[in-house]
């Protein structure tokens, strides 16, 4: 199911219910292109950055119990971003002055 978010000066915008796979795949670069600078400045950022430094520094130790304990904390993240992808873009959508128009619900 997908909910329609309206605003008078940039028309219509679509969010789908549920898991995001764009966000849980592309994370960062999906945040960007829709414009969602908050949760990627204060969530995404920080988090990637910090994974990013720690990957690094686990690689360079060379102790495969740390390799996947980062393999699975990067794969978490990848879950949590496609969980809450959508709820973000919906916030996202909101803030910037969107209103959700409940009687035009689409399926998917």
Request: charged share 10%.
């Given at each position: 199911?997908?909910?329609?978010y ?18 849980c795949?592309f ?14 400045v ?12 720690l ?16 393999l ?21 959508l909101r ?14």
């Amino acid at each position: 199911m997908k909910h329609l978010y309206f605003n008078p000066h940039q028309g219509v915008a679509s969010v789908k219910q549920g898991f995001s796979w764009p966000a849980c795949i592309f994370g960062s670069l999906w945040a960007m292109a829709h414009h969602m600078w908050a949760p990627y400045v204060l969530v995404l950022l920080p988090v990637e950055v910090a994974f990013s430094l720690l990957t690094g520094l686990v690689q360079a130790r060379h102790d495969e119990a740390l390799v996947i304990g980062m393999l699975l904390a990067n794969l978490g993240l990848a879950a949590v971003r496609g969980w809450y992808g959508n709820r973000w873009l919906a916030a996202s959508l909101r803030r910037r002055g969107y209103t959700e128009n409940a009687t035009l619900l689409l399926q998917a």
